[in-house]
């Protein structure tokens, strides 16, 4: 009987995460020491509009993260899924560690709680989702090269399962657009 290898999905995004919180170390002693504003952008960048709020801030989030998720959902049917799931979640880890590392870099310790802030709640449901999802893309993926087919067998089984990432995709949506921009409101009220 052939033993299934499971797939490393936490440790490639432990991994990118520590290569995200080296990268500015990096970069920040040639150039972002300078002045605050590269930071500030990078940081503002990470949610997906500063400037809009309410239905149109919600339309924006699913636009820029479902439309990225569907892609994903959508590379699981090819080749191409395997590369994408390690690739994917190394970029995920790294923006993570990146966020944290700049807030951290640019404004101290209590950066470090601002960082935390621009995450928190939503990246609860949106890593463990990630993860999944990237997991399924794999499997699938993977029995397709095995296989050697063009269209995969087990389509329905894939839809069930990355069905159970897009509630959890639902969840952190929700809370990015609702929760996240009244926590960290309160920590830049608590912090000044």
């Known amino acids: 009987m052939e033993e299934k290898k499971r797939f490393p999905g936490l440790i490639l995004c432990m991994c990118g995460f520590l290569l995200g919180s080296f990268i500015p170390n990096l970069i920040w002693k040639t150039e972002w020491h300078q002045g605050t504003l590269e930071a500030i952008y990078y940081l503002t960048s990470f949610t997906a509009s500063g400037s809009v709020s309410g239905i149109e801030y919600l339309k924006e989030i699913i636009k820029f993260r479902g439309s990225l998720w569907s892609l994903c959902m959508i590379c699981g049917f090819s080749v191409f899924g395997a590369p994408l799931a390690v690739t994917g979640l190394l970029i995920l880890g790294c ?12 404004f101290g310790l209590l950066g470090g709680l601002i960082g935390a802030g621009l995450l928190f709640p939503q990246y609860l449901l949106y890593i463990p989702g990630w993860i999944f999802l990237m997991e399924q893309i794999w499997e699938q993926s993977m029995d397709i090269w095995k296989h050697r087919e063009l269209f995969p067998v087990n389509k329905r089984r894939y839809l069930g399962k990355t069905g159970i990432s897009v ?17 960290v409101e309160k920590i830049l009220d608590y912090l000044k």
């Open 167 to 183: 509630l959890l995709l639902s969840g952190g949506i929700l809370a990015e657009c609702y929760l996240n921009p009244w926590i």
């Open 95 to 106: 923006r993570i560690g990146m966020v944290i590392a700049v807030s951290i870099l640019e």
